[in-house]
């Protein structure tokens, strides 16, 4: 968040303060044989992002190509690259991330209506990130060898002590607390060029010069306009008073913009009430006109900016976190420390934040609030969640009288109102009958031979789908993780048809084949809102692998569950269009072989998983104008997904049983309103090219056109199989 106002005070108001710089010359003046440069990753990501389409789920090889350029420019350069994110969200601050996702929330839904109503992508003034890009990021970055930090407090905090306690040439982001802090340069994200490796510095002395206040006086100007510590509304009393006595004083009219007014009023108001004979350790004027509970508030805004080297006055420093575990009771001290070693590393994923913030979290994701067939990831993954947390939290406590307290789920989905987490019980993960289960050190530490086997089928089963196991070591693991994932997903949204899974794996298969530069020459003819939230459905799943996986002790490696190696937006949104358009699986496959061999294994697999689990996989391409309510078997309805759903649909109609997760009302003909026949653009494969597919008017439709005359897809639950894959090694060997 920064603080209010002051960044744009700097860039509109303060051009003294905005200084030119080249980088290369900095890192060249600096004292440093091996010039250090610390990034604030978060603030990078809309830099990074660059990739024409962020709607379909993201662009993920393109994007790895992008994050390797743009290290080898510095590298290049002669300045190394130390790399902060968000780890934890300071409860604190939980109120402003609450607001924020009700913000974005709104302008998903805005991305949604313009898909439907236009079958395109809307500009960049209406877009949001790809799902998932800040926790990929960093295990992109990883892999290509930087040094990748994920915080355990506030980020801002560990950024701006880190570059003073080490003698950073600059702290590269986009925060205007980095100008507050005693730190290094901050230096600007946003006005990066790359290419020429010049930004501009915002130099805090010349800052203090030009609004007449010390930089000791900083923080007290923070909390004052607002941060994330004392909010803008807590001070506004403060800030009219400041206003009023400024244009008392104005000897001309005022010219200023209103953030320079605000920000220069209330230095002015500071420096009045600051007198020489005011101790150091007095953070805040005795004559300001605050309460005394404002004023304890203010003392702990202040001292959030105190770095080590200042803990003379850090008695209200709200920055260090609990030294006491959530759940140390349930998991050895020898776990507690191998999880926060691995989650600082970005080594491991959701187990620090379970084991010692006793919670777990997911921001916005791409999901189309009014269409009332496919659930929310949030309570697609549910299921799977609660196995993770009984792996972390019951293995080996079974018949003990400890009592593992709920995890704190803070998941944002449309008509959560976030007034409250979630709290989740844990469920103990349901291995095999044959199948001994290990305890969560023996999973995580165990050197014995049966050991790998032991995570790996610990892994499958918070998926269910230990059947899998069979498959490893004679599939690539990305594709066994692909794999496990599609069958995950469609055991829980029984609307999903067999041309959704279809375009799932065919895609997954191809991508292994496509350079960065063949993906992003698909030319797709129109978007398909049902298809941009199944795109985010399947990044989302990847990182509860990801997550399931550090639980299990990483019996996978982490490359394999990246997304670059089993997901392209653009692809898959071009398979899901082709699937639904009724072409053979030659013709998904792209006339590969050894594509479609795979493909049939897989797709073998994840239609006998299905079967014995009693979910019977149908085609359902869902001609226009014919389009009838989800069934459901005995009355089943998708709100069953969530056993608190009826009491937390905020901002939601009333579900009626028998019609999905959240109905809406049927349109006329048969189909929901807004969801027509796409104005007659549809796919004939025999006489049409893909590229040519809808030529005319943008669709106005969740699922893609069928042509009338189009005959039906070959095999269509009917599967020709691929013979069996002969018996795997064990596993880890």
């Not at 990130?129 to 915080?151: D, I, K, M, N, W």
């Not at 187990?351 to 916005?364: D, H, I, K, P, R």
């Not at 994840?606 to 009355?635: I, M, N």
């Not at 893909?690 to 039906?712: A, I, K, L």
């Amino acid at each position: 968040m920064g603080v209010k106002g002051l960044q744009g005070f700097l860039d509109r108001c303060c051009p003294q303060a905005c200084v030119p710089v080249d980088l290369k010359e900095m890192a060249g003046r600096h004292v440093s044989q091996h010039p250090t440069l610390v990034v604030d990753g978060m603030a990078c990501l809309n830099h990074w992002y660059s990739c024409e389409d962020w709607l379909c789920g993201g662009q993920w090889k393109e994007y790895m190509n992008i994050l390797k350029r743009w290290v080898e420019a510095f590298t290049v350069a002669g300045i190394r690259l130390v790399f902060f994110f968000d780890g934890v969200v300071n409860e604190q601050k939980r109120r402003v991330w609450v607001k924020r996702r009700h913000r974005v929330n709104g302008e998903i839904s805005k991305i949604f209506r313009y898909v439907k109503s236009h079958g395109r992508q809307p500009g960049r003034h209406l877009s949001c990130l790809p799902s998932g890009l800040a926790s990929f990021t960093s295990f992109a970055l990883r892999s290509l060898g930087q040094e990748v930090y994920l915080s355990v407090q506030e980020a801002d905090y560990e950024i701006a002590s880190y570059a003073r306690q080490h003698g950073s040439m600059g702290i590269l982001g986009q925060d205007s607390d980095f100008i507050i802090y005693d730190s290094a340069p901050y230096l600007s994200v946003a006005k990066l060029r790359i290419d020429t490796l010049t930004t501009v510095l915002y130099d805090r002395q010349k800052l203090c010069q030009s609004i007449g206040l010390a930089t000791t006086q900083l923080p007290q100007l923070a909390c004052l306009l607002g941060n994330d510590v004392v909010s803008e509304g807590e001070m506004q009393h403060v800030r009219d008073e400041a206003m009023a006595k400024y244009r008392e004083k104005a000897q001309a009219p005022l010219s200023d913009a209103p953030q320079g007014q605000t920000v220069l009023a209330v230095s002015h108001l500071l420096s009045s009430k600051w007198t020489s004979d005011m101790e150091e350790t007095d953070l805040i004027p005795k004559s300001l006109n605050v309460s005394a509970s404002q004023r304890r508030k203010l003392k702990a805004g202040i001292c959030s900016y105190l770095l080590p080297g200042h803990e003379a006055l850090q008695g209200g420093d709200i920055s260090a976190p609990s030294c006491v575990p959530a759940f140390e009771k349930c998991v050895s001290a020898e776990i507690l420390k191998a999880c926060k070693e691995q989650h600082i590393a970005v080594e491991g994923y959701m187990v620090y934040c379970v084991l010692w913030e006793g919670m777990a979290e997911c921001s916005n994701t791409l999901e189309d609030a009014d269409d009332a067939e496919l659930l929310p990831q949030a309570l697609v993954f549910k299921p799977c969640r609660k196995h993770v947390y009984g792996l972390l939290l019951l293995n080996g406590h079974e018949g003990s009288s400890i009592d593992p307290p709920a995890v704190r789920e803070w998941f944002v989905y449309p008509g959560n109102p976030l007034k409250e987490a979630d709290m989740v019980e844990p469920v103990p993960v349901c291995l095999p009958s044959t199948c001994e289960k290990p305890s969560l050190d023996l999973l995580w530490f165990g050197r014995g031979p049966e050991v790998p086997a032991l995570r790996l089928t610990s892994f499958l089963s918070i998926f269910d789908c230990h059947d899998f196991s069979s498959l490893y070591g004679n599939i690539e693991d990305s594709m066994l993780t692909a794999l496990c994932l599609v069958t995950y997903i469609a055991l829980q949204i029984k609307t999903l048809s067999l041309e959704d899974l279809d375009a799932y794996l065919s895609q997954a298969v191809c991508l292994r084949l496509k350079s960065p530069q063949e993906l992003q020459q698909i030319k797709l003819p129109s978007l398909c809102s049902r298809a941009v939230q199944l795109g985010s459905l399947y990044v989302r799943g990847l990182c509860h692998l990801l997550g399931a996986n550090c639980a299990s002790g990483r019996p996978l490696p982490s490359a394999a569950l990246m997304p670059w190696h089993s997901f392209d937006g653009r692809l898959f949104h071009s398979k899901y269009l082709l699937a639904h358009s009724g072409v053979d699986n030659t013709a998904l496959l792209e006339g590969d072989a050894s594509c479609l061999s795979l493909f049939l294994c897989l797709r073998e697999n994840l239609v006998e998983a299905c079967r014995t689990r009693g979910r019977v996989l149908q085609s359902r391409p869902d001609p226009p104008g014919r389009r009838t309510a989800p069934k459901f078997s005995d009355g089943e309805t998708h709100a069953d997904a969530d056993e608190n759903w009826r009491e937390r649909r905020t901002h939601t109609v009333d579900h009626q049983r028998g019609r999905g997760w959240r109905e809406r009302p049927w349109g006329r003909g048969g189909h929901r309103g807004g969801r027509g026949t796409a104005g007659g653009r549809h796919f004939d494969h025999q006489s049409q090219s893909f590229d040519n597919f809808g030529g005319g008017g943008p669709p106005n439709t969740s699922r893609p056109g069928r042509h009338p005359g189009h005959r039906s897809r070959p095999n269509r639950g009917r599967y020709h199989l691929a013979p069996r894959w002969s018996e795997p090694p064990a596993p880890g060997t």
